[in-house]
């Protein structure tokens, strides 16, 4: 076995996380999120300006020498926390973790892949691979697809990242035909994107290098996944415990009600277990670990239902205000339902699982 | 303060001056409390050092690398985990000298008289009295002055009482207050003519446990902790210290209840069936993800950022024990409606993954509702970690006498 993981937070990962979560409550309360989600318009590009420019968090990933800020895994997890602590409509999954990992997985010497990472770096541009968000890093990809669907953030990516026969071009999203769908979840919308021909495209790997490189970018964004649905069960667990010590009833404040405070005991409990399980596959993955694959299947695994499972009881424990379109509940109920499906099920990753660990099926 | 550097010397000088080889066990387990490295965090001249219990690791290292003989802790645990701290706390400078070092070295083994037949949970409703008698003698040869105290009563679910030498026991002094205010904290004779304990079987055929009547056992003043009627707050700092001591070493991944059901599977594949293997998936993530949450608690421990998480270890690995060695028996088909023994017996240990399926699944039972139920562990988190407000009381003004029972 590897040296025990760091499955704490250090000094340098809680300042980030205090400029991103200042960031967020300045442009990014869940009011101006609905508003702006009912316009169509779900992202804010001012905000995605600071937080991928000036913070610096679209660089965290990427070596310095590329551009970047040769951080790791760990500190643009802690920037997925906050993002789902906000539910916050950003492209920073899609394009600063899947695509970005998937890019550096390539020859990093070619112009084009360097030039193309060092603008993802700097926040400048955007680019999302081409694959439907329920793609786990363990099954079938979309390669020659004349039209892929449920592709997440390809409205305003710049670049898609389009598997073909022949390996993986980039292609600019103004050349490409990309037709919203109407998402359950109104916080990252989904796309139904079709590619003509190659001819405008830039090749940038090989197939056998392509296939690989999305491998490992799809394998990166469902470990830290698991930190924006632990962000997301965390924002659930601590607005039901507000509302439930504010709100009475039967002239005593709800929350004392012993029904609900175990509910909201077990909740905290997965937390704090989905923390570990979140923590432990950031570190596994900025490590280099040869067990990230069984760390990330783990957090996915877990953290899914715990997300699914604090936004339900949200719902429930806020009762008819929750079920109300006015209050961000439902913001929460549907990315982390969305969150659940994406980048492969707790089933998918129980599967790859079980041959990791050698427990096979029957 | 005394550093790591120093720690290192003085084990060093203590291997040279009693080679681990050459000299018997007790002896030289005195030898090591004598030399403070018993518990190093401990005051200077009652086994320790009084430096950062985080350096204990140093003198075991070099102990364990030296072949030294151990205490044994797992036979004296009530001792060195709940007694200890408290007599430390709140005893007077001779208990701590009688007391300490044969705790320590394992000569006197504790066992801790709190739960009744009517006060589990609500421990604080205990019924077992401690009446003042200044006129009468001790039995205890060590009694000092002061007066006697005479106890009755009945105490449940007492582990190692039929081997203790001494027990540390809540009783009631004062009826007439409200209940958490009329209790007193003592340390009892166990070998007092007044203690019978009588074995206690259990689910699992077996008896781990004891129950201890007891009937006008004397105790000295002298051996009263803290003050009359401040018990309840004594009684804190033991059961703080318990809940410190469960779940504190590290597991290896599929160590724990997990490692047994994973190795049938692994061997046995004409037991599979699908509806099991996805429960074993779900399980085995649940626990390895306990185990992890489990891990991140000794880093914030071990970097001084002591979170609330601790009091939630509990409730986790009560319930996967519990699930886990279900499926288990479920799992094993024909094979689990058999049972290892259920003669009655009376273990040294207890190893909670051990034996059988059908032990553990039975045995796991218990893992929820010892040293606090779930249930009020689930309270303990809501009101303490999450702030979230407590029932409504209809018992905490009332004297003790009135309460319905």
Same mark, same amino acid.
């Given at each position: 076995?590897?040296?025990?993981?760091?499955?704490?937070? &250090?000094?340098?990962?809680?300042?980030?996380?205090?400029?991103?979560?200042?960031?967020?409550?300045?442009?990014?309360?869940?009011?101006?999120?609905?508003?702006?989600?009912?316009?169509?318009?779900?992202?804010?590009?001012?905000?995605?300006?600071?937080?991928?420019?000036?913070?610096?968090?679209?660089?965290?990933?990427?070596?310095?020498?590329?551009?970047?800020?040769?951080?790791?895994?760990?500190?643009?997890?802690?920037?997925?926390?906050?993002?789902?602590?906000?539910?916050?409509?950003?492209?920073?999954?899609?394009?600063?973790?899947?695509?970005?990992?998937?890019?550096?997985?390539?020859?990093?010497?070619?112009?084009?892949?360097?030039?193309?990472?060092?603008?993802?770096?700097?926040?400048?541009?955007?680019?999302?691979?081409?694959?439907?968000?329920?793609?786990?890093?363990?099954?079938?990809?979309?390669?020659?697809?004349?039209?892929?669907?449920?592709?997440?953030?390809?409205?305003?990516?710049?670049?898609?990242?389009?598997?073909?026969?022949?390996?993986?071009?980039?292609?600019?999203?103004?050349?490409?035909?990309?037709?919203?769908?109407?998402?359950?979840?109104?916080?990252?919308?989904?796309?139904?994107?079709?590619?003509?021909?190659?001819?405008?495209?830039?090749?940038?790997?090989?197939?056998?290098?392509?296939?690989?490189?999305?491998?490992?970018?799809?394998?990166?964004?469902?470990?830290?996944?698991?930190?924006?649905?632990?962000?997301?069960?965390?924002?659930?667990?601590?607005?039901?415990?507000?509302?439930?010590?504010?709100?009475?009833?039967?002239?005593?404040?709800?929350?004392?009600?012993?029904?609900?405070?175990?509910?909201?005991?077990?909740?905290?409990?997965?937390?704090? &277990?989905?923390?570990?399980?979140?923590?432990?596959?950031?570190?596994?993955?900025?490590?280099?670990?040869?067990?990230?694959?069984?760390?990330?299947?783990?957090?996915?695994?877990?953290?899914?239902?715990?997300?699914?499972?604090?936004?339900?009881?949200?719902?429930?424990?806020?009762?008819?205000?929750?079920?109300?379109?006015?209050?961000?509940?439902?913001?929460?109920?549907?990315?982390?339902?969305?969150?659940?499906?994406?980048?492969?099920?707790?089933?998918?990753?129980?599967?790859?699982?079980?041959?990791?660990?050698?427990?096979?099926?029957? | 303060?005394?550093?790591?550097?120093?720690?290192?010397?003085?084990?060093?000088?203590?291997?040279?001056?009693?080679?681990?080889?050459?000299?018997?066990?007790?002896?030289?387990?005195?030898?090591?409390?004598?030399?403070?490295?018993?518990?190093?965090?401990?005051?200077?001249?009652?086994?320790?050092?009084?430096?950062?219990?985080?350096?204990?690791?140093?003198?075991?290292?070099?102990?364990?690398?030296?072949?030294?003989?151990?205490?044994?802790?797992?036979?004296?645990?009530?001792?060195?985990?709940?007694?200890?701290?408290?007599?430390?706390?709140?005893?007077?400078?001779?208990?701590?000298?009688?007391?300490?070092?044969?705790?320590?070295?394992?000569?006197?083994?504790?066992?801790?008289?709190?739960?009744?037949?009517?006060?589990?949970?609500?421990?604080?409703?205990?019924?077992?009295?401690?009446?003042?008698?200044?006129?009468?003698?001790?039995?205890?040869?060590?009694?000092?002055?002061?007066?006697?105290?005479?106890?009755?009563?009945?105490?449940?679910?007492?582990?190692?009482?039929?081997?203790?030498?001494?027990?540390?026991?809540?009783?009631?002094?004062?009826?007439?207050?409200?209940?958490?205010?009329?209790?007193?904290?003592?340390?009892?004779?166990?070998?007092?003519?007044?203690?019978?304990?009588?074995?206690?079987?259990?689910?699992?055929?077996?008896?781990?446990?004891?129950?201890?009547?007891?009937?006008?056992?004397?105790?000295?003043?002298?051996?009263?902790?803290?003050?009359?009627?401040?018990?309840?707050?004594?009684?804190?700092?033991?059961?703080?210290?318990?809940?410190?001591?469960?779940?504190?070493?590290?597991?290896?991944?599929?160590?724990?209840?997990?490692?047994?059901?994973?190795?049938?599977?692994?061997?046995?594949?004409?037991?599979?069936?699908?509806?099991?293997?996805?429960?074993?998936?779900?399980?085995?993530?649940?626990?390895?993800?306990?185990?992890?949450?489990?891990?991140?608690?000794?880093?914030?421990?071990?970097?001084?950022?002591?979170?609330?998480?601790?009091?939630?270890?509990?409730?986790?690995?009560?319930?996967?024990?519990?699930?886990?060695?279900?499926?288990?028996?479920?799992?094993?088909?024909?094979?689990?409606?058999?049972?290892?023994?259920?003669?009655?017996?009376?273990?040294?240990?207890?190893?909670?993954?051990?034996?059988?399926?059908?032990?553990?699944?039975?045995?796991?039972?218990?893992?929820?509702?010892?040293?606090?139920?779930?249930?009020?562990?689930?309270?303990?988190?809501?009101?303490?970690?999450?702030?979230?407000? &407590?029932?409504?009381?209809?018992?905490?003004?009332?004297?003790?006498?009135?309460?319905?029972?």
């Amino acid at each position: 076995m590897n040296a025990q993981p760091d499955l704490l937070y &250090s000094e340098a990962e809680d300042d980030l996380r205090a400029a991103v979560r200042s960031l967020l409550s300045d442009r990014g309360d869940t009011a101006a999120v609905l508003v702006r989600a009912e316009a169509g318009a779900p992202y804010d590009p001012e905000l995605w300006k600071a937080l991928a420019g000036d913070i610096g968090a679209a660089g965290l990933l990427v070596p310095e020498k590329l551009g970047g800020h040769g951080a790791s895994h760990r500190e643009a997890a802690v920037v997925l926390e906050e993002l789902g602590r906000g539910v916050t409509p950003a492209p920073y999954l899609t394009s600063s973790v899947i695509a970005t990992e998937t890019l550096l997985a390539l020859d990093t010497e070619t112009v084009e892949v360097a030039e193309l990472l060092a603008a993802l770096a700097a926040g400048r541009r955007t680019a999302v691979l081409a694959v439907p968000l329920s793609a786990s890093p363990y099954g079938p990809l979309p390669v020659d697809a004349p039209r892929v669907t449920g592709v997440a953030d390809a409205a305003v990516a710049d670049v898609l990242l389009v598997l073909k026969s022949d390996g993986l071009y980039a292609v600019d999203r103004a050349s490409a035909n990309v037709e919203a769908q109407t998402p359950l979840d109104l916080t990252r919308p989904l796309a139904a994107v079709t590619v003509g021909d190659t001819a405008r495209a830039t090749l940038l790997a090989d197939t056998a290098t392509a296939e690989q490189a999305v491998r490992r970018g799809l394998l990166a964004g469902a470990g830290l996944l698991a930190s924006e649905q632990l962000g997301l069960a965390e924002w659930c667990l601590e607005e039901t415990v507000r509302h439930t010590r504010e709100r009475h009833q039967f002239n005593r404040p709800v929350g004392s009600f012993q029904a609900l405070k175990h509910r909201m005991a077990q909740l905290w409990l997965e937390v704090v &277990s989905a923390r570990a399980a979140a923590r432990n596959a950031a570190d596994a993955l900025a490590t280099g670990s040869p067990e990230a694959p069984l760390a990330v299947a783990v957090a996915q695994a877990y953290s899914s239902r715990v997300a699914v499972h604090a936004a339900e009881e949200c719902v429930q424990l806020h009762a008819g205000i929750g079920m109300t379109w006015e209050h961000p509940a439902h913001l929460y109920l549907k990315r982390a339902k969305a969150d659940e499906v994406a980048l492969g099920t707790p089933g998918r990753h129980k599967e790859a699982l079980a041959e990791l660990v050698g427990l096979q099926a029957p | 303060m005394t550093d790591a550097a120093e720690l290192l010397t003085r084990t060093k000088e203590l291997l040279a001056a009693h080679p681990p080889a050459g000299t018997d066990r007790t002896e030289f387990l005195k030898a090591r409390f004598d030399a403070g490295l018993a518990w190093v965090h401990y005051p200077k001249g009652l086994g320790g050092l009084d430096a950062p219990r985080s350096l204990q690791a140093v003198v075991d290292a070099e102990l364990t690398a030296a072949g030294a003989p151990e205490n044994d802790p797992r036979r004296i645990g009530i001792g060195l985990g709940m007694a200890a701290p408290t007599i430390l706390k709140y005893g007077s400078q001779e208990l701590k000298q009688r007391f300490l070092r044969p705790l320590w070295v394992g000569e006197e083994v504790w066992c801790q008289l709190f739960s009744e037949p009517g006060a589990g949970s609500d421990l604080a409703a205990l019924a077992t009295r401690a009446v003042r008698d200044d006129e009468g003698t001790s039995h205890s040869s060590e009694a000092g002055s002061g007066g006697d105290w005479v106890i009755n009563g009945q105490k449940v679910w007492t582990s190692s009482a039929h081997v203790a030498r001494w027990a540390i026991l809540i009783a009631r002094t004062d009826p007439d207050l409200p209940k958490h205010r009329g209790i007193t904290y003592f340390i009892c004779d166990m070998t007092d003519p007044g203690v019978e304990v009588r074995p206690l079987r259990q689910i699992t055929g077996e008896a781990e446990f004891n129950e201890v009547f007891l009937t006008d056992v004397r105790i000295p003043d002298a051996h009263r902790l803290g003050e009359v009627g401040e018990g309840w707050k004594v009684a804190q700092t033991t059961l703080m210290n318990e809940r410190v001591s469960i779940g504190g070493s590290r597991i290896p991944r599929e160590g724990g209840m997990i490692g047994p059901i994973a190795r049938t599977w692994r061997e046995r594949p004409e037991l599979r069936t699908h509806d099991t293997h996805q429960r074993l998936l779900t399980l085995w993530v649940e626990a390895e993800v306990a185990r992890l949450a489990g891990e991140r608690l000794r880093q914030q421990l071990a970097a001084g950022q002591p979170g609330p998480e601790g009091s939630g270890m509990k409730l986790a690995f009560a319930r996967l024990n519990q699930e886990i060695s279900g499926l288990e028996v479920e799992l094993l088909g024909e094979e689990g409606l058999l049972y290892g023994d259920w003669t009655m017996s009376r273990p040294e240990l207890v190893d909670f993954t051990g034996r059988d399926a059908g032990y553990r699944y039975l045995r796991s039972k218990g893992n929820s509702i010892e040293g606090g139920t779930s249930e009020v562990l689930l309270n303990i988190v809501a009101e303490r970690v999450l702030g979230l407000p &407590s029932e409504p009381r209809n018992d905490k003004d009332v004297a003790w006498k009135d309460l319905t029972r």
